[in-house]
């Protein structure tokens, strides 16, 4: 078997795949699709060395393999164990996994801020959606919070530590992509956090990337910063000759304004390769400079999960994509819904008449009261 | 009197220097183990002895040193994990500070075993002066040819270097001292591959605790089988304890593990009791991270037998009512104590401690301490306690390395044996500030059913 590498057979959740030997759970998982895939909050297949960091991938392995059909003692972190021949896992079907994943859940979330309306990450961010999928409802945290003293890391990447889960991504991402990394993990334990030895800005011409890979809003885009929701924009894959990069962008635009510039994700929340099978990493010229619509090829409308609440509202009028209609009524027998309070009857800003979608700009009061003169 | 191997010739005047160690008998192993023996031939004697891993978790040494992976060309290395930071435990710099030779000689005896040339003494930085006691003895060593270009003779070459750690618990697990030892954050790598495979810059290592190196020189002096004569089972040879809490007689001893654990606390030749006849209310028998028992099962197991100072005795009756050998940190609590403040102390030594790498050990470590410290302080509320067993309950197994573990275990430990105690504080939060619930039944004979 030279050339023909070796498949072996792995049950995850009573569904059977083959996968080459050498993958992880976790990729095998992700092959199967859908809720079989555990989450990953530090795991990122583009960067080597991801992984076993957060505990949220945590599964069961009810057999370890053919030959050794005993199950492993404990859970296991999936993106860093590799299948083996006929081996079972058991991922949502095993009640183990859901309480301890929801116990991670609450742990990641015990030091985060859940300042989500005011964050720029809020509606792509991971720890929300996984929070929402695998967390429980409160927590049981009664102490105060911890913080961080701020720190400024040059005029590009804003540092929110507070929010920071420590999944070490943009630690790798800056050791594989840089030559020198200029940032790293200071201290230990609850008051480790990610800073510069000693105030150093970065600026490295990919640095950038360490905005995509943080699966929170840790590191955000200085250059986007309360510019606008993610929701309200539309997402545009488009691509321009870039001599250091690849130049394969997806531009987040509001009207003609471009406001952001970000790599390309895939359904994982991971960079996309390119064409040429490299993952397509931008620069920071790509990413921070080049701000107006002239500077691209526009090739069209980026598909986003429809479950996504990026994916809300878009298009409408615009692209092509018609508006979402009340089914409520229809399901109802015509009853209409009971409402403890309409938010229109206090709100200044949010007017039924005004469709958030087909403003050009960001959406702020003088729009609304405008529409009411 | 029980055998002493290691310990036997520490308190000879001038043992710390090269010319009275030779004098007594040192570094006959080496002439034996050089010259006479291959390098298989030591490992198969050490896996004779049955002799144990004595750095806490115990895992049969000579078989550590079989898994080494040989690859062709590839340096393997030996280190010396003396990063000795478990509340409680003390032996090592005991052996360090007064036996150094006896380190060295078996450090140069296992590199041989297992072909390496550069072997790595990784010590914490707070022993800052037993570094010189340990550079001075190589010094040593190599003026008199035990260390070196060809030592003996025979051909093999091997240095050893001292490296001194920043001070982090952490380090002391085995794969975060890899990474310290390289020049990097202390964080524990996810295993696998192990060390055997892929150690320090991803050749293949050894890591072993400073007591099972020394423990090699006794293994070859009177071979391996002689060796396993001495104690029980598969507790073979003898183990250092440090004892300390409130005893009489603090300090390490050299224990054949056949005594039992009264006699150890009891006994003038041990411990010599507890000071102003005070009673026994609780002990940690293996190190902080071992779960804590209370008077009546220390002494005696679940069963009604009695409890003796070995691996699978003070192991007996699983978690739930036993504990651990661990790293041999004996610490005695008398009934003035307060298993919550105590308790307190060991949370906040984890969380301290706890390298942040994982999130259920980085968030949960900190969670426990300010629980424990509101119960402490008379803050605490009756579902606290509950609560603590289910934080503990979620960080232990879920972690990268056994610190998640070490931390979980006492907590759950505590709550366990002590959960009227942590009652009482939370029912009476201002009594509990003024004194301690004392013995209570902490050491009332258990109930065994008749079988």
Known sequence: MSDQQQLFKVTIDNITIEVPAGTTILNAARKIGGDVAPPAMCYYSKLEGTGGKCRTCLVEVSKGSEKDPRPMPKLVASCRTTVMDGMEVKNITSEKVLDARAGVVEFLLLNHPLDCPICDQAGECHLQDLSYEHGKEGTRYEFQRRTFKKHDIGPYIQLHMTRCILCYRCVFTADQLTKKREHGVLDRGDHAEIATFIEKSLENDFIGNVIDVCPVGALTDKTFRFKNRVWFLKPMDAHRDCPTCSGRVTLWNRGDEVFRVTARKDEWGEVEDTPDGKPGWICNTCRFEKKKTSDWVIEGPRLINRHSVISQGHYAGKVGTHMPTETFEAVNDGRKPKLLMDIHSVSEVNKPEVQLSLIDGPAHSKVFNQNND | ?451
């Open chain 2, 1 to 451: 009197m029980s055998k002493k191997l290691l310990l036997e010739k520490a308190h000879v005047e001038g043992i710390r220097y090269f010319d009275v160690y030779r004098r007594e008998g040192g570094y006959r192993s080496v002439e034996k183990a050089l010259k006479e023996m291959s390098p298989e031939a030591i490992v198969e004697e050490v896996k004779k002895s049955g002799l144990r891993g004595r750095g806490g978790a115990g895992f049969p040494a000579g078989m550590k040193w079989s898994f080494i992976a040989k690859p062709e060309g590839v340096p393997r290395h030996l280190v010396c994990n003396a990063d000795e930071s478990e509340p409680g435990t003390f032996k090592d710099r005991y052996l360090m500070e007064f036996i150094p030779h006896l380190l060295i000689e078996g450090l140069i005896v296992s590199s041989f075993a297992l072909g390496s040339n550069d072997t790595y003494i990784y010590i914490r930085g707070e022993y800052a002066w037993i570094v010189d006691i340990l550079e001075q003895a190589i010094t040593e060593a190599k003026n008199n040819g035990f260390l070196g270009k060809n030592i003996l003779g025979s051909g093999f070459d091997c240095n050893i270097h001292v490296q001194r750690g920043a001070g982090a618990y952490i380090c002391g697990e085995e794969t975060a001292l890899i990474e310290s030892l390289e020049g990097k954050r202390g964080n524990p790598r996810i295993k696998p591959p192990f060390p055997a495979v892929k150690g320090v810059w991803d050749r293949p290592t050894v890591v072993n605790n400073v007591e099972t190196l020394a423990a090699v020189v006794p293994i070859i002096n009177m071979g391996g089988d002689e060796y396993a004569k001495i104690g029980v089972g598969r507790s073979t040879g003898t183990k250092l304890i440090s004892a300390c809490g409130n005893i009489n007689k603090p300090g390490v001893y050299e224990i054949d593990m056949t005594i039992s654990v009264e006699e150890f606390i009891y006994s003038d030749e041990y411990c010599g009791g507890i000071p102003n006849g005070k009673k026994l209310k609780a002990c940690i028998p293996g190190g902080s991270s071992v779960p804590i028992l209370p008077a009546n099962l220390l002494l005696k197991t679940a069963k009604g037998e009695t409890r003796y100072m070995n691996y699978e005795s003070l192991a007996d009756g699983g978690f739930a009512s036993g504990s651990m050998m661990g790293s041999g940190g004996f610490i005695v609590l008398d009934e003035d104590q307060c298993v919550v403040r105590h308790t307190l102390s060991l949370a906040r030594f984890y969380r301290h401690e706890s390298c942040g790498q994982c999130s259920p050990c980085r968030e949960g470590t900190g969670w426990m301490e300010k629980i424990l410290k509101n119960i402490e302080y008379g803050n605490g509320k009756m579902s606290d306690i509950d609560l603590l067993w289910d934080i503990q309950r979620k960080i232990e197994g879920n972690t990268i390395c056994p610190l998640g573990d070490a931390a979980a275990w006492p907590v759950a430990a505590a709550i366990r044996h002590f959960r009227d105690e942590f009652e009482w504080h939370v029912l009476n939060p201002e009594e509990s500030q003024k004194r301690n619930y004392g013995l209570a039944h902490y050491a009332d004979p258990i109930h065994v059913p008749v079988a």
